[in-house]
């Protein structure tokens, strides 16, 4: 999923892509030293301290970001000129808002105007809503006399671009400036080079006793068992040449009412889930809560942006993904996603974007530097995978709902991505889809794993180019069987046949060009010489997840993904211990990605293997349980599994991200072998087991066609009873064993 690019921070060379990897994040911090709070609405983001500050710690991913560009880069809370004491930091439930508690340190000890900590309560609720963080800082005196104090606001705004934040240098910026509006405002401005004028403005209420360029200080009196609040807005604005900036927010309350309903009306149609475990409770809670707060509205529904800080844009392969494991819970996120990427579907040939005509978009960018090209992913496509993905989620999609007129509206979409993959994707001819970029400032690796060093043969060579990845063949095999299936509902058969015919032959070509005897899984890929990269990874995985995998190669590749070499004891590895580039520490090369696992999962419970997704299910539970907020990240590191210890932290991984929040759902899937078909009016549990932590699931408001229903599943021993609870409507419920 990368678009990583990096160098370190300077205003004075020549913008330069680090030699290392185009995926490269420069981690002169690591997101983990701290813990970090993130609220996000929109294109809007906030990465936050405990205390609900940012940017004391420089260089620093903290701030408030709106558009790939960071529009304050520094705000601290002093109490008297100092830090307050932290009691206690909480994300709401609903990841509405942010709470902090704080208390005043020891002021002057000693002196007669001292103030001994703890008399004066700080209350900070924080949150986001249309582009404004707005805050209130509550004060109360528990002492029994009258208190004076200052209480003062630091601030400052760089105006730096994603990119820059993550590290890359460039040739030059535009100007800032800032000024003192009135006597309750102050507003910074930066004139890009692209011609856009961004402006933060910061406005306090009650007016401040002083307000400068760079912090606001207030005296204040409290008696006591007085309360008092202050109000702070922190508004972000673009300009584009002839428009005016904005200056109205609504208050705070209404502002906080607003960002509630709107987040009550965005999971209104959600599945839910309660279980027996309260541990999972959280978790899936929390995954919830992460999803539709990474959910951004467009003009063509929800789309799950993929991840904070990195990551908050469309991403295609990442929302397919994530629509794919939320589909059974929610199949208005995979309308959003079907819609919104057909709509930015390549339709001309383009080497700096990487595109071709009918190709899925990658990922999308609206900051200052991709605007001037400085980096190509304004609109960039260069992504292998994304395209087949997208056909394949139509399909999914569709079995799922049975939504002829999104079906019908995207077709064209759909045929314009099957020619891609059938004309630019296999330029040679072979029957396999190959990646090789185009523009030297893309991505050299174009699969899920990006890193630059991520493709290479046993000996630990890298592959060189056109590369043809395992898990894309498998996901064009699958692609084609959907569309097919999508052709014959739309009556054109002749095409539903052809593509039928295709998938079977791939499916025959796969089988014997990757699998490798020798180490008892597929080839991770073929490089430009139609030479087999015979290293053992997760890619495999994926090959059962798409349905491409002979049955009794497929218990071959699970025997080998569960390995003490791949299986690590909280999840399967990206790359097997033991071969040539494994580094558990490493992005792609040896750690544990949540989404991937949850692809294996399916995978591993479409071929009958649910004892198998089983023990990845309680693996990735088990890593949950140990993170703060009981939420799983993009990735962690790849150490084996030790008594008395928790998995280790990546350090500059996206936490919420898309993929990862979504797979609690899709690991329930797999292990209760849940189907649901709309043109058989059919909820189908397969073989359905539960994990030993796991004794009963409720699933409440499960819906299919005009039916929806309460269930109960429960665990005896190695028996599973399903009750139905309430329903309303005709559609069948079965549970096979």
Same mark, same amino acid.
């Given at each position: ?109 000693? *002196? ?149 309903? *709107? ?88 080497? =700096? ?125 699958? =692609? ?42 597929? *080839? ?29 190669? =497929? ?97 500059? *991984? ?84």
């Amino acid at each position: 999923m990368n678009d990583r690019v990096t160098g370190p921070s300077s205003d004075h060379t020549e913008p330069v892509l680090e030699q290392l990897s185009e995926g490269y994040i420069e981690a002169q911090n690591s997101l983990v030293e701290r813990t970090l709070r993130t609220l996000k609405t929109g294109d809007a983001f906030a990465v936050l301290d405990s205390n609900g500050d940012c940017g004391i710690m420089q260089p620093s991913p903290e701030g408030l970001f709106f558009q790939d560009t960071r529009y304050l880069s520094r705000f601290e809370l002093r109490f008297d000129g100092k830090r307050p004491l932290l009691l206690g930091s909480v994300i709401q439930d609903d990841n509405a808002a942010l709470t902090v508690d704080l208390t005043n340190p020891d002021i002057r000890p000693g *002196a007669e105007t001292a103030l001994p900590r703890d008399i004066i309560a700080l209350n900070r609720t924080k949150f986001l809503w249309q582009g404004v963080l707005y805050e209130r800082i509550g004060l109360r005196n528990y002492d029994t006399h009258r208190r004076v104090f200052h209480l003062e606001c630091r601030f400052a705004a760089d105006f730096r671009d994603l990119f820059e934040v993550r590290g890359m240098q460039r040739a030059g910026r535009g100007r800032r400036s800032v000024e003192t509006l009135a006597p309750d405002r102050v507003v910074f401005s930066y004139e890009g080079l692209d011609g856009i004028v961004r402006q933060t403005m910061l406005r306090f209420e009650p007016w401040p006793t002083r307000l400068g360029a760079d912090r606001v200080i207030y005296e204040i009196a409290l008696e006591p068992d007085e309360r008092r609040s202050v109000l702070v807005t922190v508004a972000c604005e673009e300009q584009k040449p002839g428009e005016a900036i904005s200056s109205s927010a609504p208050n705070f309350l209404r502002a906080l009412r607003d960002n509630r309903r *709107a987040l009550r009306a965005a999971t209104r149609q959600i599945t839910r889930v309660k279980t027996s475990n309260s541990l999972f409770n959280e978790i899936i809670s929390r995954s919830s809560s992460d999803m539709y707060m990474l959910a951004t509205p467009t003009e063509h529904g929800l789309y799950p942006y993929a991840g904070i800080p990195w990551y908050s844009t469309v991403f295609g392969r990442d929302g397919i993904i994530t629509a794919m494991m939320l589909l059974w819970a929610d199949p208005a996120i995979a309308r959003g996603v079907l819609r919104h990427l057909a709509e930015m579907q390549a339709t001309e040939v383009d080497p =700096a974007a990487d595109a071709q005509p009918g190709k899925i978009l990658h990922e999308r960018r609206l900051g200052e530097m991709a605007q001037l090209g400085e980096v190509p992913f304004r609109r960039y496509y260069g992504t292998v995978d994304a395209t087949p993905l997208f056909v394949m989620l139509a399909g999914q999609y569709y079995e799922r709902t049975g939504d002829r007129e999104t079906i019908e509206a995207i077709w064209p979409n759909i045929e314009a991505a099957l020619r891609w993959c059938d004309e630019y994707g296999d330029r040679d001819g072979d029957g396999f889809i190959e990646y090789h970029r185009e523009t030297e400032k893309g991505l050299a690796n174009q699969g899920w794993k990006d890193s630059h060093d991520s493709i290479f043969h046993a000996d630990g060579s890298g592959a060189e180019g056109p590369i043809a990845l395992c898990e894309v063949q498998a996901y064009v095999f699958a =692609a084609k069987q959907a569309a097919a299936r999508l052709a014959h509902a739309l009556h054109r058969h002749d095409l539903g046949d052809r593509l039928t015919r295709e998938a079977g032959n791939l499916r025959e070509e796969f089988e014997a060009a990757f699998w490798c005897e020798e180490i008892g899984t597929y *080839a991770l890929a073929l490089d430009g010489a139609k030479r087999p990269c015979r290293v053992r990874t997760s890619n495999a995985g994926h090959a059962l997840f798409a349905g491409i995998a002979d049955p009794e190669r =497929a218990r071959r590749v699970a025997a080998t993904l569960l390995s003490p070499d791949l299986f690590s004891g909280w999840g399967i590895r990206t790359l097997a211990r033991g071969e040539a580039r494994y580094n558990p520490m490493s992005y792609h090369n040896g750690s544990v990605w949540p989404h991937d696992n949850g692809l294996i999962a399916l995978g591993l419970a479409r071929y009958g293997l649910k004892a198998e997704a089983s023990r990845v299910f309680k693996a990735l539970f088990e890593v949950a349980t140990y993170q703060e907020s009981r939420r799983l990240p993009e990735l962690f590191c790849g150490f084996t599994r030790r008594r008395h210890r928790g998995p280790t932290a990546y350090p500059v *991984a996206c936490s919420p991200q898309a993929w990862a929040a979504a797979t609690p759902f899709a690991l329930l899937q797999a292990s209760l072998g849940l189907e649901l078909d709309y043109q058989s009016n059919t909820v189908r549990f397969n073989d359905p087991i539960l994990p030993d932590f796991l004794g009963d699931v409720l699933i409440k408001g499960l819906r299919l066609n005009a039916s929806s229903f309460v269930l109960r599943l429960h665990r005896h021993e190695q028996d599973m009873a399903l009750n139905v609870l309430e329903r309303g409507g005709d559609a069948r419920i079965i549970l096979l064993k």
